[in-house]
């Protein structure tokens, strides 16, 4: 079962392009909506950022197989002149093909 302190480390890519680990909270599952949310609460990513959350919904086709996958990226930078986070997007792309090719494989 869910637990709202639940936390996980991880490898992800920072705001440079560089590797930078991460730790995250889990702020909320909504298995009727199939969301997840996660705040970052430690890590490297925290030198560029006061705050980054990420939230991720899988929505159902509807009439057609397979579903469409949202990334919602909420963050404030810590200098407000820093460059946008593309690095973190090309990341959501590629984690969102792995899990792709995970499904299709299982079917």
Do not use: C
């Not at 909420?74 to 002149?81: C, L, Q, S």
Request: aromatic share 8%; net charge negative; glycine share 6%.
């Amino acid at each position: 079962m869910w637990s709202p302190t639940y936390i996980s480390k991880s490898l992800t890519i920072g705001a440079d392009g560089e590797a930078a680990m991460t730790k995250k909270r889990v702020e909320a599952v909504d298995p009727e909506k199939n969301l997840i949310k996660f705040r970052v609460i430690e890590g490297d990513m925290m030198k560029d950022f006061k705050s980054f959350v990420s939230t991720i919904q899988v929505i159902p086709k509807h009439g057609e197989p397979g579903s469409v996958v949202k990334w919602h990226m909420e963050y404030e930078k810590i200098i407000v002149d820093a460059g946008h986070p593309e690095t973190i997007l090309q990341l959501a792309v590629e984690i969102s093909k792995d899990i792709d090719e995970y499904l299709l494989a299982e079917e």
